[in-house]
């Protein structure tokens, strides 16, 4: 079985820049999350779907950060502009439902100079 | 508000030696408890769960024991490897806000 996908990998921008993610979950996953977690700290949740609603974006700092998730399937995260505190690893899970196991992608490493 | 506090690290110990390490939670409801594991360039995976009173979850030779009394989650090994070096984190979800919550980590070193 296929396990969460996510790209790119890693990623270098110039603050005040945008940058995209992108995730692929594991087929059938209705709950999808995006994490980001700062170097030294736990992931901290930005945003959850279920489907291709919004279940909590509480944490999700949307002067500058955006996501969607069309169609129910693969989701991004925008980030526009960057700024310098923004680097860290963006990680999506998915599960087959809000409260199950959540499997995790490899994460994307950004870093805003 | 809801949250979990776990064991500050880094924690280096020896190959074969006893690990304990602590998490403990503050919950509304009846939380469920996680226990997740970040392997070196590897995702999070989880490791185990427990999701009500005494409830053992075990993985690996990992377990630990979901205490209402003590609002605890501890995780123990009774003898490490080296590949048992890794970031654990504590987790947790609750009842009617499944939002999934995480400590801010545990880095173990394994030495031989």
């Known amino acids: 079985e296929a396990g969460v996908a996510q790209s790119p990998r890693y990623k270098i921008i110039e603050k005040r820049q945008s940058v995209a993610f992108w995730c692929n979950p594991i087929s059938g996953h209705a709950t999808l999350y995006w994490y980001q977690q700062i170097l030294g700290q736990g992931p901290k949740l930005l945003i959850q779907?279920?489907?291709?609603?919004?279940?909590?974006d509480s944490q999700l700092p949307k002067d500058r950060f955006s996501a969607e998730r069309l169609k129910g399937v693969d989701s991004t995260l925008k980030i526009q502009p960057a700024k310098l505190e923004d680097s860290a690893v963006y990680l999506c899970?998915?599960?087959?439902?809000?409260?199950?196991?959540?499997?995790f992608g490899q994460g994307t490493r950004l870093t805003v100079v | 508000g809801d949250s979990v506090t776990q064991m500050e690290g880094p924690v280096t110990l020896s190959e074969e030696a006893f690990l304990t390490i602590n998490c403990t939670y503050t919950?509304?409801?009846?939380?469920?408890l996680f226990w997740y594991v970040q392997y070196p360039g590897e995702g999070l995976q989880l490791l185990l769960k427990a999701t009500k009173a005494d409830d053992k979850g075990s993985n690996k030779g990992f377990e630990a024991t979901y205490r209402k009394e003590t609002t605890s989650f501890h995780l123990e090994k009774g003898s490490v490897q080296v590949s048992d070096s890794a970031v654990y984190f504590c987790?947790?979800?609750?009842?009617?806000?499944?939002?999934?919550?995480f400590g801010t980590g545990t880095r173990l070193t394994i030495i031989p």
């Open positions: 779907f279920q489907n291709n609603g919004v279940v909590d």
């Open positions: 919950a509304t409801g009846y939380p469920s």
């Open positions: 899970a998915s599960s087959l439902k809000t409260g199950a196991e959540a499997f």
């Open positions: 987790a947790y979800t609750n009842f009617g806000n499944e939002k999934l919550t």
